[in-house]
């Protein structure tokens, strides 16, 4: 199923246009004209123009081509909007008016389905943010900016069957400085659902991971099927939310979904190979990592710090995920014990996985070590922990962590603390390696890497 | 115990101290004199001068009385400047240097212990970034501010037993505006150790929590003890690590602590009210939250928010973490039917719990919510969800939220996103009500004052 239509149309009506700060239809034009090349039509029964632009009475008046239209008027008409888009040959409607199922008015949607089927229009929503392409600025999400960001242009995919959520988690991105590629809004799901997008975003050459926040999915069958299919080609890492009987109540009150035992989703999301997350951050580290990094090709973990106690704790939190701290071959404990006997290496770090280089060491022996660490055969993923803390710790770290990739092991940089570490993060991920935050996080970072290489490579 | 002597000393000797940049005694030198207004000895066998100081050849020569040491020359002098110290009259000494039990010298460290307990010096240390009172600026930490600020004075107090996770702790909580009162260096414990500290704290009228990163406990009985008495009058929130074989054995390699089996720690947390965290994040929430907000009297929770996913999400957690879903009363149904029948509230939102007060909420409309659920007798505690990311949300919150702690039930909120929702944040903070970032910091939140309340109050 190829969606590209929707995603990278070359004209855009906006249905509901205004002129009216606080509207919908102004925000949207907002959004739109923000960063968006291709040409958009206004519609708007009584305007001559609309943010400077000549306005339409309606979509059918408009002289050229329309790919997509982006509706936002009252509910109860949106029926007939859809009638004029379907004789002006649109392809894909984007419904971002509220009122309908979520609202009671079942009859409605139905309605709504209807007429897009006769026409052959596919449909986001309603009730929803519509579509954002990071990628060529197409953005109907009607929130503005200064309330809430847009990430950058980047490999993960994000949709969310909750808008607000969706929304939220734009704004955490771009705070966090986690690229995007595409976000949709599911809304509703009168037409294209969570599976669709999947299928789409399986063959989206920009898309590395295909991250969703579900409440529950649509058509089972149809889940299963994509997200199986997808899994072989890129990971599906899903927040699944309503997994305990309150949560399973508030969802049906919020999206009528029904939510369904978490303990069945947890069934085929091993089957299938989609990666569940249990929060918002679990899910972005598992995507960040594997947007970033190649899958582990076994479940042995070594660990190099600067920090005794930091390394104490990976270790239990790899044990806890069901990952191995890997026993480090006889060859290597020999290199180590060489170097430090030749005063390479000092005579108090700890050459047993983790592999402690103390609190003075320079990055000249993180070299030594995370080097060591990935020629190991019994080695699958390397841990990088950073207490930047330590004056000692140079800034040479940067480009000797980049260049480790050639092993071509996954390695996961786990810097803690507050902003030289941060600005440091984001140098270090320049070269290709993710920086977490916290050892929980740089746990999961691992996990996700090993939970996909074993799907993948299946040990 | 009173230890006011090692953190509010008058007059400090800086045994070590020195001019040269990049020299662990110069750093601590610049340390003590960024903040401190007590008086500063420099103690430097060459040096007439140190850092603009007159400098002393021994500790025995200064014309003052020195109420502590701050040891930072090699380990071998140590016992024979401890000694000079004990003539000098001196109360407390923070022994920095490293090179005694972690480095295979046992024997020096019983003999530096030996020294101490002759003279009735209490050590802190050694092996340790010593104690920092951000109260009135006495820091012994070397790490230079420019890799590791300091946070503001403020009501957590924190003791680790590895410097460089301390060190990072600290950094973390400077960029997260997280207030601390002191922080100690715990190093290998070889005289004062987490027990001593844990019973000082609980009288520090500066402290409302008590955090501590531990790898094992020196005493157990005296752990047990401490802990329990402290409970009752503030929270202990403990973050352990060597919970797994491979942890434990990391832990031994790295402050030599038999870990012990987690089962055992688990157990005493319990029968003494210790609150255990299992990461860095954790300990931070449930500290951030018993400190600014009263322990709850029963575990039934409501929720308020303006995005359904985000309650559906809160839900799971609430149940997942062992709390309840309060079941509001009928009156509280009732006062919010008569609104939504006088058009006061909207027609679609939800008020089961969570309730769901939609998209478009102003804080007017979130004022009602809130009020409703705290006044509702079924209700302990109540968790505000602002996705801030809507523009009909306004800076009105901000003294609702703040107005509503009138009634005596704990209030946590949660503010998902970037920029904008951080601001609002650290504003609605200076009101006193904790604010979250992502939904599962939220659940740690309210979890650590439902689980301390429920130490406190016996529901």
């Known amino acids: 199923m190829n969606l590209d239509f929707l995603f990278y149309p070359r004209s855009v009506a906006v249905i509901g246009a205004s002129n009216k700060e606080g509207k919908i239809g102004n925000s949207i034009m907002k959004s739109i004209l923000r960063e968006f090349n291709g040409k958009v039509y206004p519609i708007n029964i009584k305007e001559k123009e609309v943010l400077g632009l000549k306005a339409y009475k309606s979509i059918l008046d408009v002289p050229e081509k329309v790919d997509v239209a982006v509706i936002a008027v009252p509910a109860k008409f949106v ?16 419904v971002i008016s509220a009122g309908f199922k979520e609202a009671g008015r079942a009859d409605l949607e139905e309605e709504l389905v209807r007429r897009a089927r006769k026409w052959g229009i596919r449909l986001v929503g309603p009730n929803c943010l519509g579509v954002t392409n990071l990628e060529n600025g197409f953005d109907c999400n009607f929130n503005p900016p200064e309330r809430q960001a847009r990430p950058h242009f980047g490999t993960i995919a994000f949709m969310s069957q909750s808008g607000a959520f969706g929304a939220a988690i734009l704004d955490w991105a771009a705070k966090h400085e986690v690229g995007m590629s595409k976000f949709v809004s599911l809304g509703n799901m009168a037409d294209l659902d969570e599976s669709d997008f999947i299928e789409y975003l399986k063959d989206d050459e920009k898309t590395r991971v295909i991250t969703l926040y579900l409440e529950g999915v649509k058509d089972g069958k149809k889940f299963l099927k994509a997200a199986k299919d997808t899994t072989k080609v890129k990971p599906v890492v899903v927040l699944k939310s309503g997994r305990t009987e309150a949560g399973a109540k508030a969802a049906a009150s919020h999206t009528g979904s029904l939510a369904g035992s978490y303990a069945i989703y947890e069934a085929a999301f091993e089957q299938t190979g989609v990666l569940g997350a249990r ?40 044990i806890e995920a069901g990952m191995k701290i890997a026993e480090l071959s006889e060859e290597t404990k020999q290199k180590f014990e060489r170097d430090i006997k030749e005063k390479k290496l000092p005579e108090h770090m700890s050459y047993k996985n983790p592999i402690d280089i103390i609190g003075d060491a320079p990055s000249t022996r993180y070299e030594i070590a995370m080097r060591y660490a990935l020629e190991d055969p019994n080695v699958d993923a390397l841990v990088v922990i950073a207490l930047f803390q330590s004056p000692a ?7 000797k962590v980049a260049a480790l990739q050639k092993y071509g092991k996954p390695i996961i940089f786990v810097a803690p603390g507050g902003e030289y570490p941060e600005r440091m993060a984001r140098r270090i991920e320049k070269g290709g390696v993710p920086v977490f935050e916290t050892v929980e996080d740089g746990v999961d970072a691992v996990y996700a890497l090993v939970k996909y290489g074993r799907h993948i490579y299946g040990f």
Chains 1, 2 share one sequence.
Do not use: H, W, Y
Request: aromatic content about 4%.
């Open 79 to 94: 029926p007939d909007v859809i009638d004029q888009c379907g004789q002006k040959g649109v392809k894909g409607a984007v």
């Open 393 to 399: 710790l140079d800034e040479g770290i940067v480009e």
């Open 279 to 318: 929060s918002m951050r679990q899910l972005f580290n598992f995507a960040k990592a594997l947007a970033m990094q190649p899958p582990a090709k076994g479940d042995r973990i070594a660990i190099v710090t600067n920090g005794g106690g930091a390394g104490v704790m990976m270790s239990d939190g790899i």
